[in-house]
């Protein structure tokens, strides 16, 4: 069973950085494309951003700027620095990919980040 384990996450002032972490067991991490998602309190999950396997990244208009995904095959990571953080940004971060050939839908456990004001 392919596992993705989220680190990273925690309470930092408004303005403050954190860096995301999502490690992955797959041997063909690879090909996979890797997202984060994000769950506010009371909220549905959002789409924050995106890396494909040629490493070409996307993101959602409300962190343009202030996040960067990143990823490394060699370690099986996909990372997500986070910079000028907000309030609005606390939630719940998940590592999420559909797999390989969009079939094979994995989710992490998730990891904190509350940002006060």
């Known amino acids: 069973q392919v596992q993705l384990v989220e680190s990273g996450g925690g309470l930092v002032q408004a303005g403050g950085s954190l860096t995301l972490s999502c490690v992955s067991s797959?041997?063909?991490?690879?090909?996979?494309?890797m997202e984060w998602y994000r769950r506010p309190p009371g909220k549905q999950s959002e789409l924050v951003a995106q890396i494909s396997v040629d490493f070409t990244p996307h993101y959602a208009d409300f962190v343009q700027g202030r996040f960067t995904i990143s990823r490394d095959n060699g370690a099986n990571t996909v990372s997500l620095r986070m910079n000028s953080l907000r309030p609005e940004d606390t939630g719940v971060y998940y590592c999420?990919?559909?797999?390989?050939?969009?079939?094979?839908?994995?989710w992490g456990q998730g990891t904190q980040v509350t940002v006060s004001s």
């Open positions: 797959d041997r063909n991490f690879n090909f996979l494309p």
């Open positions: 999420h990919t559909l797999g390989v050939f969009g079939n094979a839908e994995r």
